[in-house]
């Protein structure tokens, strides 16, 4: 089975400041590991992912996300948060072990990052 | 630009009525995916397809079910809709087997049932 966790509902931030959106995972097997944003009354939109090789991810508007096997964890961070970047943020991964159809992504809760000026 | 298309961003039903909810992709994907969200309860899955045709029950199947005839096309059906199911939908789609690349989604259905 595989498993996601977002242990924070919400995260405040100050706009300038860093921020950190954590998430934790439990796989059988080797993980693919996603974030994913969500807008108000939006779909979600893709924003980066772990596959395979460096542990230090970079993707859209800024953000990052840092590969920790020892401690299954792969949170999401950005150096200077924008007001602008708040919004619903959802964790997602899959066994890479798991065969058959569907290629079923397993999601967090999602963490609410709030950024105020 | 590639599209996962949901038919209707807000839907209004009455109790008992049959609601059908529509999804088209025109990326060629095989998978398909419905998931209701619900604040607190993240997303879960309800139905998914790996082919025309083809459907699989999710985590959260009861009260409702799919239809994919065609493979750009993936419909939800709400059997008779209840208070209960009043949420919102979201349509996804992925390339099989592609489990690197993570899914499309679509803008959302916000579904409410009075």
């Known amino acids: 089975a595989q498993s996601v966790a977002q242990p924070e509902d919400q995260v405040n931030v100050a706009e300038g400041n860093p921020l950190t959106v954590k998430c934790t995972y439990s796989?059988?097997?080797?993980?693919?590991l996603f974030w994913y944003v969500q807008y108000p009354n939006r779909g979600l939109q893709f924003l980066l992912k772990?596959?395979?090789?460096?542990?230090l991810v970079k993707g859209s508007y800024g953000f990052e996300a840092e590969f920790n096997k020892s401690q299954t964890s792969f949170h999401l961070k950005k150096p200077s948060a924008l007001v602008s970047d708040s919004a619903l943020y959802f964790c997602?991964?899959?066994?890479?072990?798991?065969?058959?159809?569907?290629?079923?992504?397993?999601f967090g809760t999602g963490t609410q990052l709030k950024v105020e000026l | 630009d590639v599209k996962v298309t949901q038919s209707s961003r807000y839907l209004v039903k009455r109790t008992g009525e049959k609601v059908f909810l529509e999804c088209v992709q025109d990326?060629?994907?095989?998978?398909m995916f419905w998931y209701r969200q619900d604040p607190g309860l993240g997303l879960r899955l309800i139905y998914f397809?790996?082919?025309?045709?083809?459907?699989e029950k999710g985590d959260i199947p009861e009260g409702y079910s799919v239809s994919r005839e065609k493979k750009e096309r993936f419909s939800l059906i709400l059997e008779s809709a209840s208070t209960n199911q009043t949420s919102m939908y979201l349509c996804?789609?992925?390339?099989?087997?592609?489990?690197?690349?993570?899914?499309?989604f679509g803008s959302g259905t916000r579904l409410t049932v009075v």
């Open positions: 996804a789609s992925s390339l099989r087997p592609g489990g690197n690349l993570g899914y499309t």
């Open positions: 796989v059988s097997g080797n993980p693919y």
């Open positions: 772990y596959i395979t090789g460096d542990n």
């Open positions: 997602a991964v899959r066994d890479i072990r798991l065969t058959g159809g569907g290629n079923k992504l397993t």
């Open positions: 990326m060629d994907h095989e998978n």
């Open positions: 397809s790996y082919d025309v045709k083809m459907k």
